[in-house]
């Protein structure tokens, strides 16, 4: 599992794990769900046809076995498609620890990127939510900058809640700077 | 045109229409081999959830291996 590869250091505590927010995986499995219902359209549009438009004589019934051999395919590569979706959409997630966010990117199956991004190191952190039902459903895109080269710095969109994860990353790294020694307690 | 006439149109280059189907059939059932191994590998690998894991793969093997067997099937018939 993914914890044993990351390795958290001693008495690291894991605060949130956040992935995409589910329209995102909604709105691209809706694709897919569109390519299983084609091959049905197009059995009930040559139905319908009229006699006279069907010059290569196309009946389902004639055919079925070359129909059915075909809709299982294009069904078996429509699934396939759909999980490899569903598997790109889990596997890629935020990790937001007490002392780093560790951010897991998966590309394609063979394009996998690990960042780790330690607290105190961390300067801005910027949200935007564009868009109505960005807006209406609460998700947008975090960037953050660190204080080491522009390449590490991050961004993600359609994180849900974005908001909450900035205060959250915000809380974190004011507690770890506190207990570094960096920053002054505030009285209470 | 009889049904005959037609899955012979489909022959491509004279190749009788059995052993296309036949060739299509491996060679989803091939990609599907080398996929499910992915997949398989990935989601144990990297999986925050073993529970999520496990529905993943049950899900996928129980709607995909039905239709490769059907697909089989009718690759036999044909």
Do not use: C
Not at chain 1, 30 to 53: I, S
Not at chain 1, 136 to 152: H, I, K, M
Request: net charge negative.
């Amino acid at each position: 599992m993914l914890f044993e590869k990351i390795q958290l250091e001693a008495g690291e505590e894991v605060l949130k794990v956040v992935r995409k927010h589910w329209f995102v995986i909604l709105s691209e499995l809706f694709g897919t769900f569109l390519m299983l219902l084609f091959p049905f359209f197009l059995l009930v549009l040559f139905a319908l046809l009229p006699n006279e438009w069907n010059v290569l004589d196309l009946h389902p019934e004639k055919y079925i076995i070359f129909i059915t051999y075909a809709i299982t395919g294009w069904l078996l590569l429509t699934l396939m498609t759909a999980f490899t979706i569903w598997t790109h959409y889990y596997l890629d997630l935020w990790i937001v620890t007490d002392r780093r966010i560790i951010v897991v990117d998966q590309i394609t199956f063979f394009n996998r990127k690990i960042s780790s991004f330690r607290l105190e190191r961390m300067q801005d952190i910027k949200v935007s939510v564009v868009g109505i039902i960005a807006t209406f459903l609460n998700f947008g895109t975090l960037r953050a900058q660190t204080a080491s080269a522009a390449e590490s710095n991050f961004k993600s969109t359609g994180l849900p809640d974005p908001r909450g994860l900035q205060s959250l990353i915000q809380g974190a790294m004011d507690r770890r700077l506190t207990s570094l020694g960096d920053l002054p307690i505030a009285p209470d | 045109m009889s049904s005959s006439t037609f899955t012979d149109s489909l022959a491509l280059a004279s190749l009788p229409i059995e052993t296309i189907t036949s060739f299509g059939f491996y060679g989803i059932a091939g990609i599907f081999a080398i996929f499910s191994a992915i997949l398989y590998y990935h989601w144990n690998a990297y999986s925050t959830d073993a529970g999520v894991t496990r529905l993943t793969l049950i899900l996928y093997f129980s709607t995909t291996i039905p239709l490769l067997i059907i697909m089989g099937v009718m690759t036999w018939l044909i």
